[in-house]
């Protein structure tokens, strides 16, 4: 590839920071078109040195079995198991699906398709955010973004989805679509923008009788088992049209790519905006992959990227695990009390220092706290935190008095990071004005 070519990829970090400004316009979408009444989402991830940048579109979701804990219902079940008795959502039956044959599998996609639409979802998200305007002053604007999402099991009281955290990013108010066009709120229980991975939550006693017979939750599939050139299926909410499918094959594993912290499965299922957050299956009907990138250039095609599911089943059961988060509102919301700046990846590794917010200093109102001037923060209430948009948008959940757990990294005399968990009590985001 020449070097014009690769200038011409759009990194999954850029693509995420600038989402909406071009998504926003009027009359040009990078991915498609827009209808007046659907708008394309957002991105998201972050991090990685890779072997090509690409562009974040909406990609698909995951899902997984076996929930950490005994309160949870998983899909799995720890993979493999056939759930609880308690469960109020059925798992989707993908058990006859597969018939072999002569050592061939032979699957009818129709079939296959069938039993997979009731565990897919669309999640609207209705966020606020300042925007400059033509005189150089700020207004709000409301912005609506589309993704999808995968049923991946239930709580005592919570239907449990998994999607990409970039679907559900900055939101003020998320609304979760069932396949029998039920539109209920959710709301999110945590997420890890680094893995671009998010669950949210619909409360069981919200979900009419009817649609919970109608849904039914995911089975886990095996994505270190995936061979290349073997055929897979995505269902999403592409464009914001409602659920559609594209099928292909895994095309390689183990890719790198610019912005994400991992390796990805690369596929020539067409991945499109609206499909963040859905499922890409294997024939079995298993969910194998969740779908985040694609290569965006006028001179690619057919290289579309999901996480495999496999590496990233620890970080759904902690996000499963969370306290479900709302939103408070700007005059009871707490404050750290600190002066901060952005460890972006550059930065962290020209210097060795972990990737996070750097705090340089704390204002008159938090002189008691136990957060000192150099340290790193990483992550809030088991949140990871790249940056400072992350920092603000989780502080976004706690009223000032509320105790939050810090992580943050300082360096040691020998310059060695070290992490530890430290409890701030927030104060009053409007004593710092």
Do not use: W
């Not at 606020?128 to 033509?134: G, L, M, R, S």
């Not at 679509?177 to 229980?189: G, M, Q, V, Y």
């Amino acid at each position: 590839m020449t070097n014009d070519q690769s200038q011409g990829y759009e990194g999954y970090q850029n693509y995420r920071n600038d989402y909406q400004q071009n998504y926003q316009q009027d009359s040009f979408y990078p991915y498609g078109q827009q209808t007046p009444e659907q708008d394309p989402h957002k991105k998201s991830p972050k991090k990685r040195k890779g072997v090509k940048t690409v562009a974040a579109v909406t990609g698909l979701a995951v899902l997984f079995g076996g929930i950490a804990g005994g309160a949870f219902y998983g899909v799995n079940y720890l993979v493999g198991g056939s759930g609880s008795s308690s469960n109020q959502i059925a798992q989707a039956d993908t058990a006859s699906l597969t018939q072999v044959s002569s050592g061939t599998t032979d699957t009818d996609l129709t079939d296959l398709v069938k039993a997979s639409m009731p565990f897919v979802v669309s999640i609207q998200n209705m966020s606020v955010e300042e925007v400059q305007n033509f005189f150089g002053g700020t207004s709000q604007q409301e912005s609506t973004s589309v993704g999808s999402g995968i049923i991946i099991g239930e709580n005592d009281t919570e239907l449990l989805i998994v999607t990409n955290a970039h679907v559900v990013e900055n939101a003020n108010t998320l609304t979760v679509t069932f396949n029998d066009e039920t539109s209920l709120e959710a709301n999110i229980k945590g997420s890890d923008s680094d893995k671009d991975l998010a669950v949210v939550a619909v409360p069981l006693d919200s979900i009419s009788s009817d649609t919970k017979s109608a849904i039914k939750t995911a089975t886990l599939g095996d994505s270190d088992a995936l061979q290349v050139g073997e055929e897979v299926i995505a269902i999403g909410n592409a464009l914001g049209y409602g659920q559609s499918v594209t099928n292909g094959i895994v095309s390689a594993k183990d890719r790198e790519i610019s912005g994400y912290d991992g390796t990805l499965i690369q596929t020539n299922a067409a991945i499109n905006p609206g499909n963040s957050g859905g499922a890409l299956l294997n024939t079995k009907g298993e969910v194998i992959g969740i779908n985040c990138a694609k290569i965006s250039d006028s001179s690619v095609e057919g290289m579309g990227y999901a996480i495999p599911v496999s590496e990233v089943s620890d970080i759904i059961q902690n996000l499963m695990n969370q306290q479900t988060k709302t939103r408070v509102s700007e005059e009871e919301q707490g404050s750290l009390g600190v002066q901060v700046m952005d460890i972006d990846e550059t930065t962290a590794e020209r210097y060795g220092m972990p990737q996070g917010v750097y705090i340089t200093g704390l204002t008159q109102d938090n002189t008691d706290s136990d957060l000192k001037r150099g340290y790193i923060i990483t992550a809030l209430n088991g949140t990871t935190i790249s940056d400072t948009s992350d920092l603000q948008n989780e502080l976004g959940y706690y009223r000032a008095g509320e105790d939050v757990t810090l992580t943050v990294q300082s360096a040691g005399s020998d310059g060695e990071y070290t992490s530890q968990d430290i409890t701030v009590t927030l104060i009053s985001s409007q004593s710092n004005q």
